[in-house]
């Protein structure tokens, strides 16, 4: 991860770092699989009943895709919802073309300059 997109995850509400270890410690949330199995879905921080994830840029593609569809489930079967942060209108509009295609209904994406 370059540090520019280090310094701008470090920075979401509720992120927290380990001093000793001099990195950030991940919210995370458990979750079943599709297959039964179970997963943890990593975040960046963490705002009362909402998972906060910052991303510089947003790409579409499968893996986007499938991490929608995890974070998604995660949160659903949580009962929480999750909150990506970007830094500009232009990252923002194509998080929430994918939302869409992927039927994301419980994560939303809001604008956070660097």
Same mark, same amino acid.
């Given at each position: =991860?370059?540090? /520019?997109?280090?310094?701008?995850? @470090?920075?979401?509400?509720?992120a927290r770092s380990s001093v000793e270890r001099g990195r950030s410690e991940a919210p995370a949330l458990e979750y079943t699989r599709e297959n039964g199995k179970a997963?943890?879905?990593?975040?960046?921080?963490?705002?009362?009943?909402? =998972?906060?994830? /910052?991303?510089?840029?947003?790409? @579409?593609?499968?893996?986007?895709?499938?991490?929608?569809?995890?974070?998604?489930r995660a949160a659903e079967q949580?009962?929480?919802?999750?909150?990506?942060?970007?830094?500009?209108r232009k990252e923002a509009d194509r998080a929430t073309r994918l939302f869409a295609r992927v039927g994301a209904s419980n994560m939303t994406v809001i604008v956070v300059p660097e």
């Open positions: =991860m370059s540090e /520019r997109a280090f310094t701008y995850q @470090s920075h979401a509400e509720g997963g943890r879905v990593r975040f960046d921080g963490v705002d009362e009943g909402t =998972m906060i994830d /910052r991303k510089l840029s947003i790409y @579409s593609s499968k893996k986007t895709e499938n991490q929608i569809r995890r974070q998604s949580n009962g929480m919802d999750v909150r990506w942060e970007v830094p500009t």
